[in-house]
Nanobody
Framework: QVELVESGGGSVHAGGSLRLSCTASGFMDTIYCVVWFRQAPGKDREWVVPIDSDNTTTYAESVKGRFLISNDNAKNTLYLQMDNLKPEDTAMYYC?????????????????????WGQGTQVTVSS
């Protein structure tokens, strides 16, 4: 059973930084995709950045140049470094995963494609 646990959320002022972590367990597959999603109050859950087992990644336009995804396979942990945070980045951040899925050109993650989810970590950015 795949389990995902996020951490690292918090409250910062605009322009500040946070680093989120997503630690995975139960992964037996070598082909997978993990995605950071976020959901602000009253809004749909949206993808932020995915990464697959080939380290292919792509960023939502709203976070390009400010967020950076990385992974530490030895620790089964995915990181999301978030710099120059803006109030509109305020949301619950989730990591989600699916096995046997690679990213391809033109594919943008949809929440219904990912069966495994963490509990989320809250990010609040004040102006």
């Amino acid at each position: 059973q795949v389990e995902l646990v996020e951490s690292g959320g918090g409250s910062v002022h605009a322009g500040g930084s946070l680093r989120l972590s997503c630690t995975a367990s139960g992964f037996m597959d070598t082909i997978y995709c993990v995605v950071w999603f976020r959901q602000a109050p009253g809004k749909d859950r949206e993808w932020v950045v995915p990464i697959d087992s080939d380290n292919t990644t792509t960023y939502a336009e709203s976070v390009k140049g400010r967020f950076l995804i990385s992974n530490d396979n030895a620790k089964n942990t995915l990181y999301l470094q978030m710099d120059n945070l803006k109030p509109e980045d305020t949301a619950m951040y989730y990591c989600a995963a699916e096995v046997d899925l690679r990213l391809w050109i033109g594919y943008f993650p949809r929440k219904q494609d990912f069966p495994y989810w963490g509990q989320g970590t809250q990010v609040t950015v004040s102006s």
